[in-house]
């Protein structure tokens, strides 16, 4: 079965910082896809990010990369230029067309002004 | 991005009633809805997962007859908890993802339910 490892619960960062969320995957699948998800306080689901595995290059969405490394399996985030309204539990999630969508634990992103 | 409401917000109960909480994708059509549950400062933990016009998948652990689900077009499915007991109260999120099994999975903003 597949696996999604956060092993940061929580990381901060001050405002117009740059932090990096790690996250690791376990799969034997060679198509599969990856995201991350952002849940503020609101709890709304958010999609951040989402990167297809047959490509090279990585994702990007304004101030959010992630850095994927497809040998090593890890999808890691990085937030540029941080501000307050990212403050959120951000999961980085897995799935592939053979499988529901595997989340890891989470980690709480605190960003101080 | 997509959109996917989610109805009611928030919904105090007594012990023993049911509870219906629909979810609607506004702008795509869903072929796949997936029904989620979230403890306090937790992962979200899979429930079942429906197809349009075919009975629910459920996880392992999940009662079936206890969580109902009914997905009868490609914009609605409903959750139905019965006789629904205070270890029911939780945050419980549903799920659309378009026709495409490759699709992006777009999240509702979750209903509150609170079993007195």
Redesign the interface.
Known sequence: AQTVTQSQPEMSVQEAETVTLSCTYDTSESDY?L?W?KQPP??????VI?QEAYKQQNATENRFSVNFQKAAKSFSLKISDSQLGDAAMY?CAY?S?YS??T????TMLLVSP | ?AVVSQHPSRVICKSGTSVKIECRSLDFQATTM?WYR?FPK???M?MA?SNEGSKATYEQGVEKDKFLINHASLTLSTLTVTSAHPEDSS?Y?C?SRGLA??D????G??TRLTVL
């Open positions: 896809y995201f998800y609101s709890r709304q689901m958010i999609l989402r999961f799935y067309g529901t969508l989340f890891g634990k989470g | 991005g997936f979230q937790q992962s979200l899979l997962t945050f999120i799920s099994a490759t992006t999975q777009y999240f903003p979750g």
